[in-house]
């Protein structure tokens, strides 16, 4: 029962332009939502997150925006850099701090070219 | 390096050995979290405890599967009778406070287990 859906395994982005990923989920006791950036052979690393009180979350090159009816949300990156180029996690949490533990996608490896 | 830090980042062992992991939390954080992540697979909550308790542990396996976060020293992930499906990344996290927005898990480089 996959409640975090992150349907495309993998995605490629001309550097410079932006990056978009998607993550669908099915529980809506779910509050509060975060994106992880993975490397090989690295733990995830924490990109950016977003209260379900809120629609929009902004930090830099990276943008979260939730859409609570369609129970969705994206990650958008731009401009989209080389660095970029890792394997992303949408994780989900029950509890306002994300204390609880996560419910992960299987992740969407980005690719950006130069 | 404050972050988590996990030992070993690699640990080879037979089947029906037992295997254990070890986690270091950041500085400062008293929350741990375990996850286990099988290849082409998104990381799977496992457990997560305090000091000297367990808070959550409904995604462990019930049998071959402990975990402790004594007073003193790393919180340990023990496997007792390995077998070939515990092969695995094993990651920990700890954050600093429960409940608190902005305070997100942050995890540790994992153990890559494999079972010969």
């Known amino acids: 029962d996959q409640q975090v859906k992150q349907n495309s395994p993998s995605l490629s982005v001309q550097e410079g332009r932006i990056s978009i990923l998607n993550c669908d989920y099915t529980?809506?006791?779910?509050?509060?939502f975060l994106w992880y950036k993975k490397y090989p052979a690295e733990g995830p690393t924490f990109l950016i997150s977003i209260s379900s009180i809120k629609d929009k979350n902004e930090d830099g090159r990276f943008t979260v925006f939730l859409n609570k009816s369609a129970k969705h949300l994206s990650l958008h990156i731009v401009p989209s850099q080389p660095g970029d180029s890792a394997v992303y996690f949408c994780a989900a949490s029950l509890s306002g701090g994300g204390a609880d533990g996560l419910t992960f996608g299987k992740g969407t490896h980005l690719i950006i070219q130069p | 390096n404050a972050g988590v830090m996990q030992n070993p980042r690699h640990l080879v062992r037979r089947r029906g050995q037992e295997a254990r992991l070890r986690c270091s939390p950041m500085?400062?954080?008293?929350?741990v979290y375990w996850y286990r992540q099988l290849p082409e697979e998104g990381l799977k909550f496992m457990v997560y405890?305090?000091?000297?308790?367990?808070?959550?542990e409904s995604g462990m396996p019930k049998e071959r599967f402990s975990a402790e976060f004594p007073k003193e020293g790393p919180s340990i992930l023990r496997i007792q009778q390995v077998v070939r499906g515990d092969s695995a990344a094993y990651f920990c996290?700890?954050?600093?406070?429960?409940?608190?927005?902005?305070?997100?898990?942050?995890f540790g480089d994992g153990t890559r287990l494999s079972i010969l």
């Open positions: 996290a700890s954050s600093p406070t429960a409940g608190v927005v902005g305070q997100p898990q942050h």
């Open positions: 405890l305090q000091k000297e308790n367990i808070i959550d």
């Open positions: 500085k400062g954080h008293s929350h």
């Open positions: 529980n809506s006791m779910f509050d509060y």
